[in-house]
């Protein structure tokens, strides 16, 4: 097997953002599609991702689940795609600051709103604060530069950037005017729209009435 890259997805799943990343690193890889309740809770799959879920991914010998790690992971491990600041460069800490702030503050704030979970008066409990102040810091950040950690498209934008799109989609946040700027910069990347044609192929067709 060697190192052989295997993507286990689901087309209508997070496992989007894995595959733009994949699709932006450009190695070859062979994808699993996992089924919601079944192959995905197999053994085999257990064993891969004790938690039933996708994405994840394994590269050789290594697993790596979860979106923000796996964006992280293939952008060191496929340094030609210049998908990451090298270390030393100055881009390295927004760099981090902006992939974390997406799955921490993020993706906490998204899912609070779109199960419409009441946390006004608890700001200094919940750790992303308010939706408000979540879309104000990437906004101040977006007004300032074109990408997340400067002037160079990172994997930070790959994972940030696919939770903006779903946020502002469905009403998890406003579309602030540079937030939609950003989203449409870095949609009609190549690779973006390659990823998305793939994924949108494999969603399966709705069952008959």
Same mark, same amino acid.
């Given at each position: ?21 994949? $699709? $932006? ?36 010998? @290594?697993?790596?689940?979860?979106? +923000? ?21 100055? +881009? ?14 993020? $993706? ?33 950040? *977006?007004?300032? @530069?074109?990408?997340?950690?400067? !002037? ?11 939770? *903006?799109?779903?946020? @502002? ?17 870095? @949609? +009609? ?10 994924? !949108?192929?494999?969603?399966? +067709?709705?069952?008959?009435?």
């Amino acid at each position: 097997m060697g190192d052989e890259l295997v993507f286990y997805t689901h087309p209508q799943s997070r496992g989007r953002i894995a595959r733009w990343m994949l $699709e $932006e690193v450009g190695a070859p890889y062979r994808t699993e599609i996992l089924e919601y309740g079944g192959s995905m809770k197999s053994p085999a799959y257990l064993a891969v991702n004790p938690m039933g879920k996708v994405p994840a991914i394994r590269h050789g010998d @290594t697993v790596v689940t979860e979106g +923000a790690a796996i964006c992280a992971y293939l952008a060191d491990a496929f340094p030609e795609a210049g998908l990451a600041p090298p270390v030393g460069d100055k +881009a390295r800490g927004p760099y981090y600051r902006w992939l974390f702030f997406g799955a921490g503050p993020v $993706e906490s704030c998204m899912m609070t709103k779109m199960l419409k979970f009441d946390t006004s008066g608890k700001e200094l409990q919940v750790g992303f604060g308010s939706v408000e102040s979540v879309a104000g810091a990437l906004e101040a950040a *977006l007004e300032k @530069t074109d990408y997340f950690a400067g !002037d160079r498209f990172t994997a930070a934008d790959v994972y940030l950037g696919s939770q *903006l799109g779903w946020a @502002t989609q469905w009403g998890a946040m406003e579309v602030r005017p540079a937030i939609a700027a950003y989203l449409e910069r870095i @949609t +009609a990347r190549p690779a973006a729209v390659r990823a998305k044609e793939i994924d !949108d192929k494999l969603v399966p +067709a709705p069952a008959a009435s």
